[in-house]
């Protein structure tokens, strides 16, 4: 008779699985080529609206327009940093589509601080020095890496911001587009 190999080990116990859990507390999400956004709303016009954009794998959860305001402004600085980016950048699409749902998920009670970061690297396959700019904006950092992403994705947050002004009952404070950097010179 063959003996039994299979025995249960104690390690592997539900509650040796909870202690073994992990946490991501930081991130990287790719933006390159064409852009799009959804956006889901529940109890809009309450004290507990709430909008979800959905950009690719990401999933960020709103509950206030200044919020979004906020997010969107960090996006509006990456700007300036993106001279000398490609037009439309040749890193391959992003898998996981196949898959159906967000990998990560943000929920932003208020406005992350942000910081833009350009960066290049000689990239000797292509024999070319590649460009990109990291916006660090709290537990993701947004790698850039072209125009077109850039451009589409600022499209989608200016219809994500017309959204959240009428959603949320702060709407109203936050009507002027964050997409666009005002100077010194332009009356608010």
Known sequence: MPKNTIRQDRNTTAAHNARAAGIVTHTTAIITGPQNATIT??????????????????????????????????????????????????????????????????????????????????NTEQRRTVHWVDLHMGPITWRVTDRVGYDTLMEEFRRVHRTAVGVFLDGGRFRRDPSKILDAFDDV
């Open 41 to 122: 709303v529940t109890a809009a016009a309450t004290d507990e609206a709430q909008m979800i954009v959905t950009l690719g794998h990401v999933m960020m959860t709103f509950r206030s327009a200044e919020a979004v305001c906020d997010v969107i402004a960090g996006f509006a600085t990456v700007r300036a940093a993106l001279i000398g980016a490609d037009g439309h950048s040749p890193y391959p699409p992003q898998p996981g589509a196949e898959f159906g749902a967000a990998a990560i998920s943000v929920l932003w009670l208020g406005g992350p601080e942000h910081s833009v970061v350009p960066n290049s690297r000689y």
